[in-house]
């Protein structure tokens, strides 16, 4: 049974930093894709990064790219998001996700290839 853990919630002052991460199970960790999305009331959830299950390749969305770094310990089975230089508009849930596909140097962007979430942690970016 997959099970996906995020922790690391918090409240930052604009400028600030905050570390989220991921404690996932029931699952070859290492061969999946694994992404962070987040989401506020009345809009629709955004990818926001995702790293391959070798970790060799990341991606960003262009609205947190050079502010947020994705990264993960697969002799831990942790996932993790720095996020700097934070703004109001970073305010959000943030979920982790595991990809469909096992292939662990596989590569996607796509929202709709993710049939495993983690509960969310709440980020809040104010002064």
């Known amino acids: 049974q997959v099970q996906l853990v995020e922790s690391g919630a918090g409240l930052a002052q604009p400028g600030g930093s905050l570390t989220l991460s991921c404690a996932a199970s029931?699952?070859?960790?290492?061969?999946?894709?694994m992404s962070w999305f987040r989401q506020v009331p009345v809009k629709e959830r955004e990818l926001v990064a995702v790293?391959?299950?070798?970790?060799?390749?990341?991606d960003y969305a262009d609205s947190v790219k050079g502010r947020f770094t994705i990264s993960r310990d697969n002799a831990k089975n942790a996932l993790y998001l720095r996020l700097n230089s934070l703004k109001p508009e970073d305010t959000a849930l943030y979920y982790c996700?595991?990809?469909?596909?096992?292939?662990?140097?596989?590569?996607?962007?796509?929202?709709?290839?993710?049939?495993?979430w983690g509960q969310g942690t709440q980020v809040t970016v104010s002064s």
């Open positions: 996700a595991k990809n469909r596909r096992f292939d662990k140097y596989y590569y996607s962007f796509r929202l709709d290839e993710y049939p495993d």
């Open positions: 029931g699952f070859a960790f290492n061969n999946y894709l």
């Open positions: 790293i391959t299950g070798a970790g060799g390749a990341t």
